[in-house]
């Protein structure tokens, strides 16, 4: 293995700032990456990557598109303890290190958490990132947050598309840290001045880019785990808003008006929505191809299954969900998300009424299961239809919300849309098996669109392991998205 370089390049071929700052720390991160690639049994780090995993032809996963990712400043309000620490980002680490785990700058220890049972984002981002493992039948699945999509992009991207030098690329990728800010300042470990002021550094550093300068912004990418209502909202007094507001992000800010924000649930121009994180993270075709078989040997019973916690807007749901017990299984969100998965993967149907907005993880669950989601037909501003207890704003309605990463009309494609609760238990029991087979077998089709492969690693360049549904993965679809427009862009100046 090569030493350190001078510039803190590598440590061997390993590029973690826990390697950066001397010979000696170069020693300790090549022993500790070792030892863990030992329990794996995998081969040691060569230049390139880990082992012979170097990266796949960019025009398969990456749309043949070069991604540069900035190094943003680091915030000010962050005593960094390198010794201890690691970055779940650094693109060459392949198991969790020693030490208090960062994540896009932040430690986990600052950053709170809105789910019942976890006491801080350091759970969230085991695995880096992926959470914490348990099995489910043959197969590894992993308590993955739906907030996570800013490790995967990240990380995906640092592994197969990554361009060294800005000059060399097609797409800029800003990780800027919404999800850890939002948190940080929810659990008061960061005030909300602080990261208006990191917010600020972050929008001057980039204003004296030249890759920023050259077309302002507008072939540069922040990834939002957050839904994006948070940054659209023009209501002062709206939650979304002063959320927003507080953490120094806002898409009305002229700073950001031109980049594009990728989230899990947008539907403005400059956004753009992709599938939201899941359980399963798999490496190879094989895998995929094993969890479609499993998925379709399953028996199915009629049964709808609802796992949503209570709130007033679900309160006839609910209800209606007990009375129907012989069409309606209602669960628990605080129960096991195994138990969870188990019944998704045994009945035909889930119900999956809105949350806080429409959109929700659940109905993406479901579709990797193979059930066939139920969901409500939402309200035009009219608040005495009773469906906006159930759906929501039609703005941010499926059909609208993914319409760029699948196309219009794909709703129909996978789902069944319910006129209200009552018509939602007549669809469990009269949907004809006729129906119900054909929305399966397009769901067996759109499934490896929905999985985020696991994004720890580089797969290998010549392995035909990746190469039928790889490139089918939710980021590379996003980049494959986003080409047309880049092209466009970049042809303007010749």
């Not at 061997?12 to 049994?41: F, H, K, N, T």
């Not at 809105?114 to 969230?124: F, I, L, N, P, T």
């Not at 490790?151 to 800029?172: G, I, P, Q, S, T």
């Not at 972050?202 to 507008?218: D, I, M, N, S, T």
Request: aromatic share 10%.
């Amino acid at each position: 293995m090569a030493p350190c370089s001078a510039n803190g390049a590598r440590c061997g071929a390993c590029r973690s700032s826990a390697c950066r700052s001397s010979a000696r720390r170069c020693s300790l991160c090549r022993r500790r990456v070792l030892g863990a690639i030992a329990l794996l049994g995998l081969q040691p780090c060569v230049e390139g990557g880990l082992g012979n995993h170097t990266s796949a032809p960019a025009s398969a996963l990456c749309a043949g598109l070069s991604v540069f990712v900035y190094e943003l400043p680091a915030p000010t309000f962050v005593a960094r303890g390198e010794e201890q620490s690691y970055d779940v980002v650094d693109p060459e680490l392949p198991l969790e290190e020693q030490g208090t785990p960062y994540s896009l700058g932040i430690p986990c220890t600052m950053i709170g958490h809105a789910h019942k049972g976890r006491k801080d984002h350091c759970e969230v981002i085991q695995h880096l990132g992926m959470a914490e493992r348990q099995r489910l039948g043959a197969f590894d699945i992993y308590m993955t947050d739906q907030f996570a999509l800013g490790h995967v992009v990240v990380r995906y991207v640092l592994n197969h598309c990554r361009a060294e030098r800005w000059e060399d690329a097609d797409l800029f990728l800003v990780p800027v840290p919404i999800f850890e800010l939002k948190f940080a300042i929810q659990r008061k470990s960061v005030k909300p001045e602080q990261s208006q002021q990191y917010i600020k550094s972050v929008e001057e550093f980039l204003q004296r880019q030249p890759a920023w300068q050259k077309y302002g912004g507008r072939d540069h990418v922040v990834i939002n785990p957050l839904v994006n209502e948070y940054f659209e909202i023009t209501t002062p007094n709206d939650y979304y808003y002063q959320t927003a507001a507080g953490m120094g992000l806002r898409r009305d800010n002229p700073a950001w008006a031109k980049t594009l924000f990728v989230s899990i649930e947008a539907v403005s121009e400059r956004a753009f929505s992709v599938p939201y994180p899941t359980f399963l993270h798999p490496r190879s075709d094989a895998e995929v191809e094993a969890w479609l078989e499993h998925v379709r040997s399953m028996k199915k019973i009629r049964h709808g299954v609802l796992a949503a916690g209570w709130r007033r807007r679900r309160m006839r749901l609910l209800q209606l969900c007990k009375k129907r017990s012989n069409l309606c299984w209602h669960r628990s969100l605080h129960g096991d998300y195994k138990d969870r998965l188990m019944e998704y993967l045994e009945a035909d149907f889930s119900i999956q009424p809105g949350g806080d907005t429409p959109t929700r993880r659940g109905f993406f669950d479901s579709l990797l299961c193979g059930a066939i989601p139920i969901i409500f037909r939402p309200f035009n501003n009219d608040t005495s239809d009773r469906n906006s207890h159930v759906a929501g704003s039609a703005h941010y309605a499926y059909e609208n919300v993914y319409a760029k990463f699948f196309e219009k009309g794909w709703v129909e494609r996978f789902a069944l849309v319910a006129k209200d609760e009552n018509d939602a238990m007549k669809l469990i029991a009269e949907t004809s098996e006729e129906t119900i087979q054909r929305l399966r077998d397009n769901i067996l089709e759109v499934i490896p669109s929905l999985l985020y492969w696991d994004f720890r690693w580089q797969v290998a360049e010549d392995s035909p392991e990746w190469r039928q549904y790889g490139p089918q993965n939710p980021v590379a679809r996003l980049l494959h998205r986003l080409k047309p427009a880049l092209d466009r862009l970049h042809a303007s100046d010749m």
